[in-house]
């Protein structure tokens, strides 16, 4: 059976914003059906502020500045929407699908991001200050100037880790000795020496992945208690045997 056509019209957008203005007591809270098909909505700016959107299918939507604090997207499909400049403070996304999603200067805030699929995902410059993101997948997301401070990661500790394309990992490892990085195929005795050798690196697109990734690894760390102040030793990279 196919999903249900559904549209969220100006008058529903209406009474949904009423209810918010008065706590209930008026309008009607905008509640989505389950798996609804809302594929490539325009809901531009939209106030969907504690809206219930579970299991919606948005793919392709333009939620550009729109108010999703709170709202409960559960197991949404968001792929390839527009969510830059979101309002997504508190919202429940556990399980969404966010695969290649444009979430460029986002708030995240506090949002349960549990186990949502984010590969490909552009989060630049995204806050993500205190978010859930136990079980997310990562892979190949930019978190380049992404706020994690206080974030809840992917921390099986004591190990922190990335996965990319093709089986290739930046890992973080808190020893007795401080923090060592895994990148690739490279141990590193510390995340200076790790920044040391990517900073020289031949290749430029190799350079803009790892390094940012390495930044937001740090901050989780930091987040999670680790002691990342920077050691003066240790700048040497050895390679694991083939």
Known sequence: MSAEIWTITPE????????NLTDGREGERLVVPRGADLRGSDLHSANLHGADLRFANLRGSDLRGS??????????????????SANLHGADLRFADLR???????????ANLHGA???????????????????ADLRGADLHGADLH????FRISPRIALEFAHDWQLVIYNSDNGLLVHCGCRKFPSPEAARGHWNKHENQQRRDV???ALDALL?????QGWDTTPRL??????EQAT
């Open 100 to 110: 290649g999603s444009d979430l460029r200067g986002s708030d995240l805030r506090s």
């Open 210 to 212: 790892v390094i940012p």
């Open 12 to 19: 529903r957008l209406e009474l949904h914003r009423l209810w």
């Open 233 to 238: 030793s240790g700048n040497v990279a050895t």
């Open 67 to 84: 108010d999703l604090h709170f709202a409960d997207l559960r197991g949404s499909d968001l792929r390839g929407s527009d969510l830059r």
């Open 117 to 135: 699929d984010l590969r490909g995902a552009d989060l630049r410059g995204s806050d993500l200050h205190g978010s859930d993101l136990h079980g």
């Open 219 to 223: 901050s989780i760390a930091k987040a």
């Open 150 to 153: 206080d974030g809840k990661l």
